[in-house]
């Protein structure tokens, strides 16, 4: 039995007889594999967990190059133990069931990215959600409205063409409004969770078969703001749907404990900071455009 299905809302006029169960059974088929629409939301089953992207289930055979930092660095950059670019092309995937609510080349600082939407049942019993971001992919296989599951294959580990040395940028957000819009949102814990920190405190997960709605929307285009996007025809990304939080104290910015990083003897830094040195992360528009 599926974990999920889409829906769109749609309205059609009922068809009697042999057409009407031809055309019922035609439009089921195509809604499902459809890209998901503005007002569109996902019936889901509960995430029973999660994974690392990169060498799943447990990060086998990768380092964590650089870490998450409240006001810095939001995300985790994750590279393979071979050194170099050896990790160029290596499969990204899914951390845990969900539904990818944006998959696009963003090109500037970011390149391909893909968003994935995650529904789970914290500790206390409570059912939250997160959107898991995959950045700098070579390519995206996989398309807005899929539903996905625990280790499915997202894309491939790129370098944005060059910007940066290989490797995989991946963030955790408690708040599902920020999208490609980084800089409209505070850099810190009371929006972004620490991806392995996160992780590790939710390897298994209670689940069953019942399912939950999931918007689709939520955020706003990239340089776009939520005001403009809920005017916009056919983004859907600014309706007003309550967030999705953890079950911490509003405001409460305070750091989860975490295990000391990881230290690798690979040259990525030194990659990075040549490649930085250059220039190359300046959007010309002004907007936050450094997903390193």
């Given at each position: ?16 007889g042999r057409a009407g169960l031809v055309l019922a059974i035609w439009l089921g088929l195509l809604i499902g594999a459809a ?138 957000r408690k708040n599902l409004k920020i999208g490609m819009n980084r800089s409209s949102f505070a850099r810190d814990y009371s929006n972004y969770y620490d991806p392995t920190s996160f992780i590790r405190a939710n390897r298994q ?88």
């Amino acid at each position: 039995m599926p974990s999920c299905s889409v829906s769109h809302h749609a309205r059609f006029r009922p068809l009697g007889g042999r057409a009407g169960l031809v055309l019922a059974i035609w439009l089921g088929l195509l809604i499902g594999a459809a890209r998901a629409q503005s007002n569109g939301t996902a019936r889901c089953g509960l995430a029973d967990g999660f994974d690392f992207p990169v060498g799943k289930p447990d990060a086998s055979g990768y380092y964590k190059a650089r870490g998450y930092t409240p006001n810095g660095h939001l995300g985790e950059d994750w590279n393979g133990r071979g050194g170099g670019d050896s990790d160029y092309g290596d499969p990204i995937w899914c951390i845990g069931r969900g539904v990818v609510v944006f998959s696009d080349d963003v090109r500037v600082g970011w390149g391909n990215v893909v968003i994935i939407r995650h529904a789970y049942r914290d500790e206390t019993g409570k059912v939250n959600m997160i959107d898991s971001l995959y950045g700098h992919l070579l390519e995206r296989k996989v398309k807005e409205g899929q539903l996905m599951e625990r280790g499915q294959l997202v894309g491939t580990m790129g370098s944005n063409r060059g910007m940066y040395p290989v490797h995989l940028h991946f963030e955790i957000r408690k708040n599902l409004k920020i999208g490609m819009n980084r800089s409209s949102f505070a850099r810190d814990y009371s929006n972004y969770y620490d991806p392995t920190s996160f992780i590790r405190a939710n390897r298994q997960l209670q689940s069953n078969f019942r399912k939950f709605d999931i918007p689709l929307g939520l955020f706003a285009p990239y340089g776009k703001g939520l005001s403009e996007a809920s005017s916009s025809s056919g983004s859907g990304r600014g309706i007003d749907i309550p967030i999705f939080s953890d079950k911490s104290k509003t405001g409460d910015t305070s750091p989860p404990k975490e295990e000391a990083p990881e230290i690798s003897e690979d040259d990525f830094w030194s990659r990075l900071k040549a490649k930085l040195s250059k220039g190359k992360v300046t959007d010309s528009k002004g907007q936050d455009s450094s997903g390193n």
